[in-house]
């Protein structure tokens, strides 16, 4: 079946430190990729996605490559500020079938 | 545009007592899904369906019951609440799955926070 491997956390960073969170992924089908953002108290909503390989998806300066060699969807930030302070889901989507996630990673951003 | 909302937000139940967690989505989706997440853990499916009058079972269904009479409905039942139970629901939904779908993302509900005493 489809699975989500996810680093694990908590992430601690100070702020403006560069920030990756490994996902790696098996699916039985060519799935597409998605970054979900939680923050305190909230649903998710979706930060990034990616559908294709080598397609890079990005938003609010985050970034992640689908590498389909690798079976990969890193996130990474350049500089990550307080605000970013959340939990983060990597998740994968094979066609007619249901979402999967990972375990999440809980990211603080210290002033 | 109301996307997927859930009710109630916040419940506190008793041991033993049942109660039904509502989810509404208006955007027409034929997926729909129940979570389940755990202080500090990740999400859990409970249960999801691909279509009205279609369910099926998840990670962790044992404890719940749900239906799906229309495709904007989803109720996620409890019938004996158990400590176990206390959690943060949350109901999503998604496009179904054919190729004019690739890539498009589940939406969530904003979760409704159970504490079974």
Known sequence: GDSVTQMEGPVTLSEEAFLTINCTYTATGYPSLFWYVQYPGEGLQLLLKATKADDKGSNKGFEATYRKETTSFHLEKGSVQVSDSAVYFCALRVP???????SGTQLTVLP | NAGVTQTPKFRILKI???MTLQCTQD???NYMYWYRQDPGMG????????????????EVPNGYNVSRSTT???P???ELAAPSQTSVYFCASS???GSDTV???AFFGQGTRLTVV
């Open chain 1, 96 to 102: 007619a079938r249901q979402l999967t996630f990972g």
């Open chain 2, 16 to 18: 033993g007592q049942s």
């Open chain 2, 27 to 29: 955007m027409n989706h």
């Open chain 2, 43 to 58: 999400l859990k499916l409970i249960y999801y369906s691909v279509g009205a009058g279609i369910t099926d079972k998840g």
């Open chain 2, 72 to 74: 904007e409905d989803f």
């Open chain 2, 76 to 78: 996620l039942r409890l």
């Open chain 2, 95 to 97: 496009p179904s799955g």
């Open chain 2, 103 to 105: 890539g498009t993302e």
